[in-house]
Each structure stands twice: as structure tokens, then as C-alpha cells.
């Protein structure tokens, strides 16, 4: 009888440091391009009564679209983050391959 802190099964369900760091780059490159496409669509707008107005709106207004950039990435409902997060993947475990000895 195995009573091992970390089954087999619990050590597989642990994702490997490669698929985290490419998960994270793939959701930040993700949100910073929503980010910068909500900014796109929000630079006609003018500033209005709807949440206060005025230059306090016009100077926050950026940091409020990063933040809706970043939820839509986090819910992964676009999939460029994904896609991202493939690429990366594959060109990292190319360069781990291609630097062992």
C-alpha cells in the first residue's frame, strides 16, 4: 500500500513549469491586446455624465479598459491567449530539445 504524500496521479495533475509560464504569457499577451483594442474603440467617445465625466473619466478611462482586457482574458472566451499560449509552448520545448546534450 502506497500512502505517499503525492500519488502518481497527484503529481500528474500538477502542470509542469513550461505549460505555466506559457499560460501566462499567452492570457497577458491576451489581455494587453483586448486592452488596447477596447482603448481603440473607446478614443471617439467623449467623456460623459454617465460615470461622473470630466478629466478625472479621461484620465482613469485607460486604466479601467486594461482591466476589462485582463477579465475578458482571464475568461478565455476569445482564444487568442490560447493560441498564443500554443505557440509559445511549442518554441519553448523546441529550445529545451535543442540546448540538452
Not at 36 to 49: D, P, R, V
Not at 63 to 68: A, N, P, S
Request: charged letters at 20%; a negative charge.
Amino acid at each position: 500500500m502506497d500512502i505517499s504524500p503525492l500519488s502518481p496521479t497527484a503529481q500528474a495533475a500538477k502542470p509542469a513549469p513550461q505549460t505555466q509560464t506559457a499560460e501566462k504569457a499567452g492570457q497577458e499577451f491576451e489581455a494587453l491586446m483586448v486592452g488596447q483594442m477596447l482603448e481603440s474603440m473607446f478614443a471617439g467617445i467623449e467623456t460623459g455624465s454617465a460615470f461622473g465625466g470630466g478629466q478625472g473619466e479621461r484620465t482613469w478611462r485607460s486604466f479601467m479598459l486594461q482591466e476589462y482586457g485582463k477579465a475578458i482574458a482571464e475568461a478565455g472566451t476569445l482564444g487568442i491567449g490560447r493560441m498564443v499560449e500554443a505557440d509559445v509552448a511549442r518554441l519553448y520545448g523546441q529550445t529545451s530539445e535543442g540546448t540538452k546534450g
